[in-house]
């Protein structure tokens, strides 16, 4: 089936097939987190982006991925993003990564130390699949998106709750919008190409290239 990235709680997963590696996205709980698990496809190597809640529903994910769970990144703080974290964990002995500066809340919410704080430009492996740290802070201050570039092909981005269709998350004051969208900017919009795939902590799909022509209403509007 075609990958369109469409998923809703309770419902199936949806699978993408790359060359090097499988992208399963599942949405859970009752705010309809989206949930995604990156297995490589040389080793079975596999990393879950938000262990955000129903860890019975993410396990059933991870196994259909393979038998193996490695890392659980956590994309930031904020509670709805990690309530299946400690679970997760438990179960399958996953390490915890999450962005430096949300690392202290993470382990003081879940009781799940962070083995692994990640800076900006920073390379998480999944077997023989390299994925890039891209820090965007404003939403929360340790808020990160993972990178991963097809060989020869385009990038794939899991943004978070920082990058939305129609628009960058959620900020509390003027100076978090403006770090945000300048992250976003001079992060995402500037360094990766139109198509670019954008995976979100919610919600549907989009590319880079459908959310570029709208970057300076968002900035005259402010959110």
Known sequence: MTYTGD????????????????????????????????????DGSQVLVDAADEPDRLLELVREGSSTLDTVVT?????????????????TGASSAAGADDAAAITEATDVPVTRRLHDG??????RVELEVVAL???????????????????????????????????????AFDQLLGDVVTRVFDRFDDDTWV?????????????????????????
């Open 7 to 42: 998923v809703r709680a309770g419902g199936p997963s949806a699978v993408r097939v790359l060359d090097e590696l499988e992208i399963r996205k599942a949405a859970v709980g009752p705010m309809d987190n989206n949930a995604y698990l990156l297995t490589c496809r040389s």
């Open 75 to 91: 994309t930031h703080r904020h509670p709805d993003h990690l309530r299946a974290l400690e679970s997760l964990v438990a179960v």
């Open 122 to 127: 920073d390379v998480l492996h999944v077997g």
């Open 137 to 175: 802070r404003g939403h929360t201050p340790g808020s990160i998106a993972l990178a991963y570039r097809e060989p020869g092909g385009r990038t794939h981005l899991f943004t978070g709750d920082s990058l939305f269709p129609g628009g960058v998350g959620r900020t509390t004051s003027p100076e």
């Open 199 to 223: 995976y979100p902590g919610h919600g549907r799909d989009t590319t880079l290239g459908a959310e570029r022509p709208q970057l300076e209403e968002w900035r005259a509007r402010r959110w």
